[in-house]
């Protein structure tokens, strides 16, 4: 599928993935939700080991859905829309490599939701984040009442929301919005060197990480506790544990095959 709203790089085993609408802050269409979903379909994540999500410029990550295009929809258009765009995080939520949102500026309303799909976000110190829909007469549909909640707790969650309010990077950092904020010329640089970082380490070992963080957050602590050491039991059947291994305890560095 040709891209008109996304841009595509590659470095090394690490993919980015820029969205491109500059007239409108990057918000987010129908067309750019079924171009994304194109991508992250598609993503070859044996060959690619971590993805960075940003936006295009240095004003906007993505500033929210585009109200244009919601503006004259009925009530099951709008669930069609909310169900879209949804569906798209929740398949970048799930992808089995690590994902980092590099957000450039605004992250507003769908651009927070996004950002909350992904497994780090770090920030420019221009940042914007918010979830400003009750103003415009509806709530978050892209899955920020879920997302919010687990990653800032319930009450800071209901506020955000229930007010509409925006917060800067430096808010955002503290209450666990994001996990660092960075001069605006440092952030791609900040965000590559981080997914090198986890690109470099056992790629299966990081998938299973991520399983694990992901699929235990519904369970009880005892199904959690068995579901990590059942797959902390899989990682002894891989090659990349032996060689790890034997490369530590010869005081040498390993280079992961993903085996």
């Given amino acids: ?14 993919s980015i993935l820029t969205i491109s609408a500059p007239k409108t802050l990057n918000a987010l269409n129908s067309v750019i939700l079924k171009e994304m979903d194109d991508f992250i379909s598609s993503l070859d994540c044996n060959n690619c080991r971590c993805l960075v999500i940003t936006g295009d410029g ?3 990550f993505v500033a929210g859905a585009d109200i244009s295009e919601m503006a004259n929809l009925d009530a099951a258009q709008g669930q069609t829309f909310g ?48 979830q400003p829909e009750v103003g415009l007469g509806i709530i978050p549909g892209f899955s920020g009442t879920v997302r919010m909640a687990r990653l800032i707790g319930m009450g800071m969650a209901k506020e955000l929301i229930y007010t509409g309010r925006n917060v800067k990077a430096d808010e955002a950092l503290r209450i666990g919005l994001v996990n660092a904020v960075y001069p605006q010329a440092e952030l791609m640089a900040k965000a590559i060197e981080m997914a090198a970082k986890i690109a470099a380490n056992a790629p299966i070992a990081v998938r299973y990480a991520k399983q694990c963080i992901n699929n235990e957050y519904d369970m009880t602590a005892d199904e959690a506790i068995a579901y990590e050491s059942g797959t902390f ?14 490369a530590f305890l010869n005081k040498g560095k390993c280079e992961f095959q993903g085996k």
Avoid: H
């Avoid at 765009?85 to 927070?112: D, Q, S, Y």
């Avoid at 039991?233 to 034997?246: H, I, L, P, S």
């Fill in 1 to 14: 599928m040709e891209y008109n709203f996304l841009k595509i790089a590659t470095e090394g085993n690490i």
């Fill in 83 to 130: 169900a879209q765009g949804a569906m798209v995080f929740r398949k970048i939520e799930t992808l089995p490599i690590p994902v980092i949102a590099a957000v450039n500026g605004f992250a507003l309303g769908g651009g927070c939701e996004l950002a909350m799909a992904c497994d780090i976000r770090i920030c420019s110190d221009n940042a914007r984040f918010g």
């Fill in 58 to 60: 240095e004003k906007s």
């Fill in 233 to 246: 039991g899989q990682c002894f059947a891989t090659e990349d544990q032996k060689n790890g291994m034997a």
